[in-house]
Each structure stands twice: as C-alpha cells, then as structure tokens.
C-alpha cells in the first residue's frame, strides 16, 4: 500500500520539501510537472518515497471496460499501431487510455515487451495522478494537455527509468476521452531526446481525434477548412460538422482553437451559425460547391483571410433541393460492404440457406416482414440486409428500438410532429420515423415491447399508408417496407392481451425465425467471417487450434453479438495479433475446462485423484494445495493466490493436475 505523507504539510512545507527533491533528483521540472507534484503531495496525500504499485484490473473487470469503450478504442486502435509502426524499434511502447487513465490497448516492442510489462505498460492498469503522483498518463489528464514526463521527474521512485511522452484525445465535443502514450525505458537522460517523439504522439493524437470526428458525424453534413496557400499541415486540419440550418454542431480540436478565441466570451463554438466563421450560408455553400462536389475558396470574416472549404455530405440525405439532392448523392454513394449481404449471413447452415432463399422471393412484392429469434441472433443485420438487397436500397433504413425509448416518447419519434405543435417543441418541428423511412425500409426493433393503444395507431397507419404528424393539417402518403423483429413469443403476449392479433396479423406477412448460434452447423465460418468483418481495420488477426476450438464448443448464450464482443476483446488483449486460449474471457475458459474435463472422463483418462507427484515443483505443490483448500474453486483460488483465472487453468495445464470427480 501507498503511504501518505503527513497531512499537515501546508503550501509552504511542499514547496520547500518540492525543491529539495528536485536538486536532490537533479531535474528542473516544467509548471505542469511541479503542479503535479504539488497536487500529488497536498490534494492526494502520497510520498514519493513509499512503495508504489499500479492498480490493474481483472479480466472480467477489464472486458467490461473495453465494452463500454468499444467505438473509442476501434477508432484509437489504428493511431496507436501507426505511431507503434514507426517508433517500437527504438524501444518505445505505445499505451492508449481511457479519460480515468485507465490503459485500454498497448504495442510493446518485443525485445522490451516483459520489462515494459513489468514497468505497469500492460492492459487494464490504472495511472490516474491521485493514485501513482506525477506521471505520464495521470498528469497529462489532468493538465489536459501534451507533456513529457522524463525519468526523475515521476514522483514515485519505481517509475524513474521510463520516459512518457503523452497527448490527450478529446472528442468532438470538446470533451476528454483518453490520452495516447509512447514510453521508453531507460532511455537518455537528456530530456530533450524526446521532443521529436512527443511531435509524433502528438501528430497521431490529432489523427486519432480527426477519426472520431469523421466516424460521429459519417451521417451529417461536414466541412473541412484550410488555408488557401499550397502547403498545409495535415494533423491541423479544421473539421466543423453543421446541420441543414447551417448551425454548427461539433468540431474537432484544431477548430476549437482556431475559432473559440475569436469568438465572444459568452459564444460556443458548437451552436454558432457557420455563416459567422466562413462568410456565407448553407444554403450558398450547398450551391457553390454542387452539393460537395467541388473544393471552394472563400474570405473569412472571422479569420480575415483566404480559405479553402470542401464540404462533405452523406449519401440520401435531405437538403435544399432537389439538384441539391441528387448532386449530395452522386458524390457520396453509399460504402459497398458496410454490413453484410443476404447471401453471407446465409453462411454455411442449411437453415439459414433457406431462410435467405424465401426472403429473396418476397423482396418488393409489398409484403410486411417479422424476424424472431433470440437477443444477438442478428435481426437487425438481418433486416439491413433485405433492405440492401431491395429495390429500396437508394432509401433510407430507419431503424426504431420500441424497447429503448421511453413510452411517452415512442408517438413523437414515430410520427413527429409541426412547428409550435405543444409547449417545448422544437420550433422547426421534427419528422418522424415514418416520414424519415418513406421511400424506404422502417425496421421496428423489440416490437413486443411497443405499447397496446400506440399498436392501434400504427394499425391504421400500415392499413391507410398515410400518417397524420401531430399539428399537420394534412396527411402525408407514405411508401415504405416494414420489417418488424422481437425475441419475444408473441403468440403469448396475444393470450395475455398484451398485443393486438391484427397488428400481429398486419406485420407477420412473413415469419423468419433465426437459429441461436449454438444450434448452427458452420460456427467456424461465423467465427472467420467476425474476425475478417469486425477485426480487419485492427490488424491481421489468427486464432490458434485450441482456442477456435473453445469458440466453437461454447454455447454462446448472446449469440453472434456475445461472439462479436468477445472476439473484440480477445484481440485486445492478445499478443501478435494470435488470439490464444489465454486471450479468451473467463466464462469461455471455464466452459472449455469443463467440456475438456468430460471428454477425458468418458474415455477413461481422468484420475480419481489427482496426485502431487504430478505437480513436479514448489509452484505445483502450492497450486495443488489451493485447490484442494478451496475444493477445486477456481474463482477462490485465482484470488487467493492473486492471478486471474485463465492462468490458474494454464498452470494446472503445465502441471498435469486435474480436478478429481469425487469431490462431492
């Protein structure tokens, strides 16, 4: 444990104990690094001279953190092998984090990778400031700002041989998401060494923050601006994204410090018209630029200077007009591949073959779709792929979750509503579900969730294939594809006068009930086609022979999106880009254990007991041991002797020793 130092050190008493540390350590540290070590020794109560040990979190703890952070660290993940790529050879270990400093991916130069390991640059450690004092990562997150943390300059004397050179992430919003990282050990004492690699975090850093912005608004309208001369710098490019009134709704960080300044003190960025920085209107712009298809130059009365504007807009979207239209959609066509197609979800199941086959021969013959099947079967995927393959394709495909919207709420999305309709309305009014998804596919997730007396409304809707927004004095003719889904029986819920039989009726023009992953024959092609569609932006991923076959020997209770997360997750953590049973969760580990334990039992090569003979060493003894305390519990026995589970079943492994079936 940290020992803290003597709370009553005042201001006065940090500064002079600050200033005999630093001569004694031989450093002159920047105002960042002494406010750091001021705060570490006031704010947060340590002493640089205890012992320090950087808190790491265990396996399960860990994939729900990589859960949570799952968008983030897809967009991060391909900065941080890029920056990887150009500096491991000089030693350097690159580390992303989290906005708590929480270490979330790493690339570790092999020739360093167990002493960069064992220095805490490992997934799942935790370098907050109010835990480990000045560092790297922690003060960086603090200060919100790049800096390099050399060697002394750690306040702990555990950290002193690694040199961090850190930039923060934020997102488009202004807000702090991580930090990215690049270590070395031992590396020249000179701090100035590692100036030219903090330009590199830095330049990465900036191109992670353009990726994010560009994945959080790939369905808006965005504009990227630069100076009119030849040259520019790429990792400070401008980005605003803006909405059809012309009102800016996110920016990345470049045009947060370019703009915010010159802006007045009570003005936000996000909010402000873009005819206010640039000069000219939406609407001009649209026009000017034939809907995104040519680059401009403009003066802007913000900047009083010439700049250049290309504007992006997505595919199908609706805006001024109709030549608007169609010159946004001729130069933003939809991605080929971005979610797979009829024919490969149909993989290699006979079942599933089927069911793509009949789905074929009902597409755009008006003909109302419901999808059944368990959570993680892929009923959306499965809807966005009937939508792809149907002469609505060029539509939209507006997808509603009746689960997760609050009952007051589902009416509003659904049917929208007209300028001034109720009191708190947005005074532009807002379409609805229904009018967004004419011309297209209206996907309605969990519908046995929906509420009885909305069912009716929608009843009529479907039957009179025209919706009535609250405040319109006119219907609006509506021509869409409805694919409904749910992993509910709702024959049931028709006995429980929870849902309509018509309404039943109306969505069930075809039933397609969707296998649980575990009742499929060609997991294995499941398992290759997750790795090459989820996995393939990361890297170039193998799984060895074990744990495919853990993976296809688990029942998979998620199904293909429980598959999906774990696959995510086992890359993560995995070494080489080779997924190993030991990248593998716990829940996996486990079940394959207990699969292997029966296989072995039924042809006779289990033991009754397991003997210590097998155990061949002191660390054997001692496993064997713990589990015979603990009677085989593996959770009781990973945390007993402070090691996660996996590794509890690979020494078992190593050591011949099997769990004895009499224990009971």
Known sequence: MMKQTSQSMDVSGAETFMSAEFQLRNIQPTEPISRSWQRSLLKHGLDPHATNEVEVLSSSEMRLQLQQQEDYLNIARQGLTGLSKRISDAGYSVVLTDATGLTLATNLPNREKVRSKESGLLIGARWAEDQVGTNGIGTCLVEKESIIIHRDEHFYHSHRDLSCSVTPIFDPMGELRGCLNASCLGADKNRSSQFMTLQMVMMYGRMIENSYFRNS?????????????????????????????????????????????????????????????????????LTKTNGGSNVIKVYSPLLLEEIELA???????????????????????????????????????????????????????????????????????????????????????????????????????????????????????????????????????????????????????????????????????????????????????????????????????????????????????????????????????????????????????????????????????????????????????????????????????????????????????LLLDTLKKHRWNITTVSEELSICRSTVYRKMKKYNIVQPNDIY
């Open 217 to 285: 608004y790939r369905n808006q309208m965005t504009l990227n601006i630069r100076p009119a001369e030849s040259f520019f710098d790429l990792a400070q490019e401008q980005l605003l994204a803006v909405n059809e009134r012309g009102v800016i709704t996110g920016a990345n960080r470049s045009s947060f410090f370019e703009y915010s300044s010159l802006l007045p003190t009570d003005q936000l960025l996000p909010g402000s018209r873009l005819q206010d920085i640039i000069g000219i209107s939406i609407d001009e712009l």
């Open 311 to 621: 504007l992006r807009v997505p595919g199908f979207r609706s805006v001024a007009s109709a030549s608007v239209r169609t010159a946004a959609k001729a130069a933003s066509p939809l991605t080929s591949g971005k979610h797979p197609s009829l024919n490969e979800l149909g993989g290699e199941d006979p079942r599933m073959h089927r069911i793509a086959r009949q789905v074929l021969q009902v597409i755009d013959k008006d003909i109302p779709i419901l999808i059944t099947g368990e959570t993680g079967t892929g009923k959306e995927a499965f809807a966005r792929a009937i939508h792809d393959a149907s002469a609505r394709a060029d539509g939209a495909f507006i997808a509603l979750n009746c689960a997760a919207i609050p009952e007051t709420l589902i009416e509003s999305e659904l049917f929208g509503y007209r300028s001034g309709s109720f009191t708190g309305a947005n005074k532009n009014g807002m379409k609805g579900k229904l009018e967004l998804a004419n011309g297209g596919t209206l996907f309605l997730d969990e519908i046995g969730d929906m509420p009885v007396q909305l069912q009716t409304r929608l009843l009529r809707v479907l039957a009179e294939r025209e919706t009535m927004p609250l405040g319109a004095t006119e219907p609006t003719a509506l021509d869409l594809q409805v694919i409904s889904a749910t992993h509910q029986d709702l024959r049931a819920r028709i006995d429980q006068k929870e849902f309509r039989e018509d309404f039943y009726y109306r969505l069930n023009g075809m039933a397609l009930k969707l296998p649980p992953l575990r009742e499929r024959t060609d997991k294995s092609a499941i398992i290759a086609n997750v790795v090459r569609r989820e996995l393939q932006h990361l890297g170039d991923y193998q799984i060895d022979e074990k744990a495919r076959q853990a993976l296809e020997m688990y029942h998979w209770p998620g199904n293909i999106r429980q598959l999906m997360s774990v696959l995510k997750y086992a890359a993560a953590v995995s070494e080489n880009n080779l997924i190993t049973l030991d990248s593998l969760p716990d829940e996996i580990l486990d079940h394959h254990s207990l699969d292997a334990l029966d296989t072995e039992q039924e042809t006779g090569v289990v033991k009754q007991k397991a003997l210590s003979k097998y155990a061949g060493s002191h660390e054997g003894q």
